[in-house]
Nanobody, 120 residues
Framework: QVQLVESGGGLVQPGGSLRLSCAAS????????MTWYRQPPGKQREVVAT???????NYAASVKGRFTISRDNAKNTVYLQMNSLKPEDTANYSC??????????????WGQGTQVTVSS
């Protein structure tokens, strides 16, 4: 069984920073791409940033230059450093990972999400 657990969300003032973490655990053989998504209130979920096993990254235009995605393969963890936060960044942030289990099965796994609220 595989689990993804996010942490690091909270309330922050505009212009502030937060760092989200998402740790994968369980019967993991390998992790491919890891992606952060967010769902603002009343809106559809959207991709924020993706990082491959080799470290290649892609960002949504709305966060490029402000957010940085990184990963620690030894810890099976992906991070999202969010700087210069804006009220429109308010959303529930969740991580997703393509994981091969010890049984050799490729699956798509999600964390439970963590709330980020940007407000003065």
């Amino acid at each position: 069984q595989v689990q993804l657990v996010e942490s690091g969300g909270g309330l922050v003032q505009p212009g502030g920073s937060l760092r989200l973490s998402c740790a994968a655990s369980g019967s993991i053989f390998a992790i491919y791409a890891m992606t952060w998504y967010r769902q603002p209130p009343g809106k559809q979920r959207e991709v924020v940033a993706t990082i491959t096993t080799g470290g290649s990254t892609n960002y949504a235009a709305s966060v490029k230059g402000r957010f940085t995605i990184s990963r620690d393969n030894a810890k099976n963890t992906v991070y999202l450093q969010m700087n210069s936060l804006k009220p429109e960044d308010t959303a529930n942030y969740s991580c997703n990972a393509d994981i091969i289990t010890d049984s050799g099965i490729l699956g798509d796994y999600w964390g439970q999400g963590t709330q980020v609220t940007v407000s003065s």
